[in-house]
């Protein structure tokens, strides 16, 4: 395997878009000097409370697409700053943008990166008080997941489609009985309101059941939330504002809000995973069942993939090419032997594109038994 490009000044930057607006925000980004970006395809959440025809009709998922790129520390303001312009991002509806610092990231040297090696000054340590939410569940509970969000303050959570799978995935039986297809529940929330989101996101997703799922979150350095979601029959672009003030109207008063407010004093009892850190693989896809049970066989507790493509990729061939982010998550003292074990996975396989970065995540959740 060749040597690896490695940087400790680089950030996540994420976007949530309304496929309309995917083309001219890459391009812009791409030209601030982005590179790399995947592109998930994604909807946003439905708040549905009609009468029965509606819960049996319910309105579309108003559609997005989730932009990702590593991207270096110095050119993150330029770059968010031009998503916002081209993209209109302040405008209600119109989108998101945030950013996540690294703790490292590793390049290979044919993987599309704007990066070099080495550490700089510059590190983004934004000042936003954000917390990125990830609920990953089974299917027919995310919307259970992004209803519990939006009840309690949550701007337009956002969907994807993808696979999980953990320590009972091994087992022959559970792996013939029970699909790997998982969803993706995303938001980002004020640090005030996370406690209480995070903890009805998991009640609804039922992750302290055995095999449910996991939920993690992450702290965000900068953001702009305005991303769009379908209240009722009437699909629009809204901030949080203005869908309480439309379940105002639904319900014919403001008492529901004392339900919800109160619920928010009940803390989930269960003990949360802490201080663990998040190991990203970006890889093409026709490699990653590999990489896959490599992490699985690893010892690390469970494993997840997210499946886009990247868009800004070198040739034709290239940008109709699918690729896989798998992730997992593990102890401190782990995170080395097993991105060691991935990459000797990698090299066995001969793939020379693909990229490694970690994440903190100060809080973690899923079924521990007993």
Same mark, same amino acid.
């Given at each position: 395997?060749?040597?690896?490009?490695?940087?400790?000044?680089?950030?996540?930057?994420?976007?949530?878009?309304?496929?309309?607006?995917?083309? !001219?925000?890459?391009?812009?980004?791409?030209?601030?000097? #982005? *590179?790399?970006?995947? @592109?998930?395809? %994604?909807? /946003?959440?439905?708040?549905?409370?009609?009468?029965?025809?509606?819960?049996?009709?319910?309105?579309p998922?108003?559609?997005?697409?989730?932009?990702?790129?590593?991207?270096?520390?110095?050119?993150?303001?330029?770059?968010?700053?031009?998503?916002?312009?081209?993209?209109?991002?302040?405008?209600?509806?119109?989108?998101?943008?945030?950013?996540?610092?690294?703790?490292?990231?590793?390049?290979?040297?044919?993987?599309?990166?704007?990066?070099?090696?080495?550490?700089?000054?510059?590190?983004?340590?934004?000042?936003?008080?954000?917390?990125?939410?990830?609920? !990953?569940?089974?299917?027919?509970?995310?919307?259970?997941? #992004? *209803?519990?969000?939006? @009840?309690?303050? %949550?701007? /337009?959570?956002?969907?994807?489609?993808g696979?999980g799978?953990?320590?009972?995935?091994?087992?022959?039986?559970?792996?013939?009985?029970k699909?790997?297809?998982?969803?993706?529940?995303?938001?980002v929330?004020?640090?005030?309101?996370?406690?209480?989101?995070?903890?009805?996101?998991?009640?609804?997703g039922?992750?302290?059941?055995?095999?449910?799922?996991?939920?993690?979150?992450?702290?965000?350095?900068?953001?702009?939330?305005?991303?769009?979601?379908?209240?009722?029959?009437?699909?629009?672009?809204?901030?949080?504002?203005?869908?309480?003030?439309?379940?105002?109207?639904?319900?014919?008063?403001?008492?529901?809000?004392?339900?919800?407010?109160?619920?928010?004093?009940?803390?989930?009892?269960?003990?949360?995973?802490?201080?663990?850190?998040?190991?990203?693989?970006?890889?093409?896809?026709?490699n990653?069942?590999?990489?896959?049970?490599?992490?699985?066989?690893?010892?690390?507790?469970?494993?997840?993939?997210?499946?886009?493509?990247?868009?800004?990729?070198?040739?034709?061939?290239q940008?109709?090419?699918?690729?896989?982010?798998?992730?997992?998550?593990?102890?401190?003292?782990?995170?080395?032997?097993?991105?060691?074990?991935?990459?000797?996975?990698?090299?066995?396989?001969?793939?020379?594109?693909?990229?490694?970065?970690?994440?903190?995540?100060?809080?973690?959740?899923?079924?521990?038994?007993?």
């Amino acid at each position: 395997m060749s040597e690896l490009t490695t940087s400790n000044s680089v950030s996540l930057l994420t976007l949530i878009l309304p496929k309309e607006s995917v083309g !001219i925000v890459s391009k812009a980004i791409s030209e601030e000097g #982005a *590179k790399g970006i995947v @592109q998930i395809s %994604a909807r /946003g959440s439905v708040l549905n409370e009609g009468g029965l025809l509606q819960r049996m009709f319910p309105p579309p998922a108003p559609e997005q697409q989730l932009l990702q790129a590593l991207v270096p520390n110095s050119k993150v303001d330029q770059i968010t700053d031009r998503a916002i312009s081209v993209g209109n991002l302040d405008r209600v509806g119109s989108g998101a943008v945030f950013t996540i610092s690294c703790n490292d990231a590793h390049f290979s040297q044919n993987f599309p990166s704007n990066i070099d090696s080495g550490e700089d000054d510059n590190h983004h340590n934004g000042s936003a008080d954000l917390e990125a939410i990830c609920c !990953i569940c089974e299917i027919g509970v995310e919307d259970d997941s #992004a *209803k519990a969000a939006l @009840q309690n303050g %949550a701007p /337009g959570p956002t969907v994807t489609f993808g696979e999980g799978g953990g320590i009972r995935d091994k087992i022959p039986l559970l792996r013939i009985t029970k699909g790997p297809e998982k969803e993706f529940v995303w938001c980002v929330v004020d640090k005030s309101d996370s406690d209480a989101i995070f903890a009805d996101m998991a009640r609804a997703g039922r992750i302290t059941e055995p095999g449910r799922g996991f939920m993690y979150s992450i702290p965000v350095n900068s953001g702009l939330i305005n991303v769009s979601s379908t209240v009722s029959s009437s699909a629009h672009g809204a901030n949080m504002e203005q869908v309480i003030a439309a379940l105002d109207d639904l319900k014919g008063d403001k008492e529901w809000r004392q339900s919800i407010d109160s619920s928010k004093t009940k803390s989930l009892k269960t003990t949360y995973l802490k201080d663990l850190v998040g190991i990203y693989c970006i890889i093409p896809r026709d490699n990653y069942s590999e990489v896959y049970d490599a992490v699985l066989d690893s010892g690390a507790p469970g494993v997840s993939t997210n499946f886009g493509v990247m868009i800004d990729a070198g040739s034709d061939q290239q940008q109709n090419e699918e690729w896989a982010l798998v992730y997992t998550s593990v102890g401190p003292n782990s995170v080395n032997e097993l991105r060691k074990t991935v990459e000797d996975k990698i090299s066995s396989l001969g793939i020379d594109r693909f990229a490694f970065y970690t994440l903190p995540i100060p809080r973690a959740l899923t079924y521990l038994g007993g």
